[in-house]
């Protein structure tokens, strides 16, 4: 009966130096993966400016149709906005067909708590109200 015996060979030279590189890639990733955590005042930053793009966005969308609904005028720009930049938003036009029975003034306020148009206001009588 013939017995094999296991030879170990040493790890060569080569194979240490490749582990080595690895293990430091390795440790690097870990520690810029750690450091790419963001603080809590960033993130409160963050959700502030998606909440006020959210706010405006559904503004500009919503408020100009409400508009030329009421007016049969179509609106595109603003000429002023107000908000606080967390709960509403205002958007005022001023009419310019005024001369041709067009209305001359119009707001339309926007709550982000309704998710839609509280107040829309032409030429002084108020068509919405919530």
Same mark, same amino acid.
Request: with cysteine; aromatic share 6%.
């Given at each position: 009966?013939?017995?094999?015996?296991?030879?170990?060979?040493?790890?060569? +030279?080569t !194979?240490?130096?490749?582990?080595?590189v690895?293990? =430091?890639?390795? @440790?690097?990733?870990?520690? *810029?993966?750690?450091?790419?955590?963001?603080s809590?005042?960033?993130?409160?930053?963050?959700?502030?400016?998606?909440?006020?793009a959210?706010? +405006?966005? !559904?503004?500009?969308?919503?408020?100009?149709?409400? =508009?030329?609904? @009421?007016?049969?005028?179509? *609106?595109?720009?603003?000429?002023?906005?107000?908000?606080?930049?967390?709960?509403?938003?205002?958007?005022?036009?001023?009419?310019?067909?005024?001369?041709?029975?067009g209305?001359k003034?119009?707001?339309?306020?926007?709550?982000?708590?309704?998710?839609?148009?509280?107040?829309?206001?032409?030429?002084?009588?108020?068509?919405i109200?919530?």
């Amino acid at each position: 009966m013939s017995e094999e015996v296991e030879v170990k060979e040493p790890m060569s +030279q080569t !194979m240490k130096i490749v582990i080595a590189v690895v293990g =430091v890639f390795v @440790a690097g990733f870990l520690l *810029v993966g750690q450091s790419k955590q963001k603080s809590t005042a960033e993130i409160e930053a963050e959700s502030m400016i998606r909440n006020y793009a959210n706010i +405006q966005g !559904m503004a500009n969308q919503k408020c100009p149709a409400a =508009v030329e609904e @009421a007016t049969g005028e179509k *609106v595109f720009f603003p000429s002023k906005t107000e908000s606080d930049k967390d709960t509403y938003i205002t958007l005022f036009w001023e009419g310019e067909n005024t001369a041709n029975g067009g209305f001359k003034n119009a707001s339309c306020t926007l709550k982000a708590s309704l998710g839609g148009i509280s107040e829309l206001i032409v030429d002084g009588k108020t068509l919405i109200k919530k």
